[in-house]
């Protein structure tokens, strides 16, 4: 049996311990949510101060040269670039996850329209993919003709077909935390013909990603779960170069042809012409104090750099997810969790989910009371994010005990923790 002390022996030879001391962790909690909002940077507070008081309060407009706020969308997704396999200048930082997708699913359409024969019409995805993603492709392909039709992950090879057109996949999945083989998937469609977005929600900031190396076509993510950006926090997306240079030789507009993704926006012309590169993917005016708490966030994955870098967080967060499952074995057997997220290391991301039959909505109530913030996913799942930035082995171990408890004395069944607030 693994014990408490085995688990601090493991924080003292973490290479990666240090990083904790950026942030404003709360006293007595154990923040196993990360993977739905990011712990607060210790610097984020002074950031979003000064962008107030000094570039906002004193300096007003001048800011948006004086302070770059202009340039904030290209510095930040550069920066988050760095995370994700991104080249300079293919990363743009703005909008939200919904607004991004339809974006580049919206480019993707776009040019499989021109290349593909009339058959390729349908969009392929999983079904349970995270319902937004879903929703962004139910409107598009109504709006286009082109068909969606959902799978589940194992059903997906047999899909890539040339009636596929766009291939839409988070590569780790926010229910299970199974990760998706983005080269081999992106392979697959390319070859016969078709094009790929990827939402990296679950991803950037939590596994290594290189979209490059990949080959992938589009990609989306948000900046406040594993980037820490604090809630609602600016989004990101990505487009290959290639894609971006046919754009600027054809002249594609993205859909949402607003006046910050135009050519020359301070001319003031009435006709639209688009910017070249990553930079027609932006719309309306970037938000300053946003996208500087999100730098703050960024800055803080990037820390690791030193320390071996997204490789690093990576083996530290098969780590903490081994041991909480195994602990969970362990200690709360018979008490009807069952794991389903992968065992094997390869199809994990940076979660641990378990299924329950009954009471699983009550038994996080249960938990955040004791300190231990996890999430619920309907209609059965206990969802637990294990961020190495921030997380150390002897919290796993707390928690463990704290859900062990949970589930022994049968504290989740009283009445105050089966009430359903607005978000679950």
Request: hydrophobic letters at 45%; proline letters at 5%.
């Given at each position: ?51 107030v008081t000094r570039e906002w309060g004193a300096d007003l407009i001048t800011s948006w040269n ?124 390319h070859e016969c013909g078709a094009l790929t977005v990827w939402d990296l929600a679950h991803s ?221």
């Amino acid at each position: 049996m693994t014990t408490r002390h085995d688990c601090e022996a493991l924080d003292a030879q973490d290479p990666l311990a240090r990083l904790r001391e950026q942030f404003a962790l709360p006293a007595g909690t154990i923040y196993l949510d990360g993977n739905s909002l990011g712990v607060l940077p210790a610097a984020t507070a002074a950031r979003v101060h000064d962008v107030v008081t000094r570039e906002w309060g004193a300096d007003l407009i001048t800011s948006w040269n004086k302070a770059g706020w202009i340039h904030l969308p290209q510095r930040v997704g550069d920066k988050i670039g760095r995370l994700i396999g991104a080249r300079p200048g293919e990363t743009l930082a703005a909008d939200s996850t919904s607004v991004n997708l339809y974006k580049v699913l919206s480019a993707a359409l776009e040019i499989v329209g021109r290349d593909a024969p009339p058959a390729r019409q349908r969009i392929v995805s999983e079904r349970h993919n995270f319902p937004t993603d879903l929703y962004i492709a139910q409107s598009l392909a109504a709006q286009h003709g082109f068909t969606l039709e959902l799978v589940e992950p194992d059903e997906i090879a047999s899909q890539i077909d040339e009636r596929l057109a766009v291939l839409m996949l988070t590569q780790v999945n926010y229910r299970t935390g199974r990760v998706h083989d983005m080269a081999a998937v992106t392979r697959a469609a390319h070859e016969c013909g078709a094009l790929t977005v990827w939402d990296l929600a679950h991803s950037a900031g939590a596994i290594p990603v290189d979209l490059n190396a990949a080959e992938a076509d589009f990609a989306v993510g948000c900046g406040y779960k594993y980037l820490n950006g604090g809630p609602g926090a600016p989004a990101f997306l990505w487009v290959h170069r290639r894609h971006l240079e046919r754009m600027d030789r054809e002249q594609l507009w993205q859909p949402l042809s607003g006046w910050m993704g135009h050519a020359a926006p301070f001319e003031f012309g009435p006709d639209y012409r688009p910017a070249p590169g990553i930079a027609r993917f932006a719309c309306g005016t970037p938000s300053a104090l946003a996208l500087g708490a999100l730098e703050c966030g960024v800055d803080t994955v990037l820390a690791a750099e030193p320390l071996g870098g997204m490789a690093a967080l990576r083996r530290k967060s098969l780590a903490l997810t081994g041991l909480f499952i195994r602990l969970v074995e362990e200690r709360c057997t018979g008490h009807g969790l069952e794991l389903v997220t992968p065992r094997d290391e390869a199809l994990r991301g940076s979660q641990v989910s378990f299924a329950r039959a009954e009471g699983g909505y009550a038994i996080v109530q249960a938990l955040i009371e004791r300190g231990v913030i996890g999430d619920f996913r309907a209609p059965d799942v206990l969802r637990f994010g294990l961020t190495p930035l921030y997380l150390r082995f002897a919290d796993v171990w707390d928690a463990v005990e704290q859900l062990r408890q949970v589930l022994e004395t049968g504290q989740w069944r009283e009445a105050r923790f089966n009430v359903k607030a607005a978000v679950t």
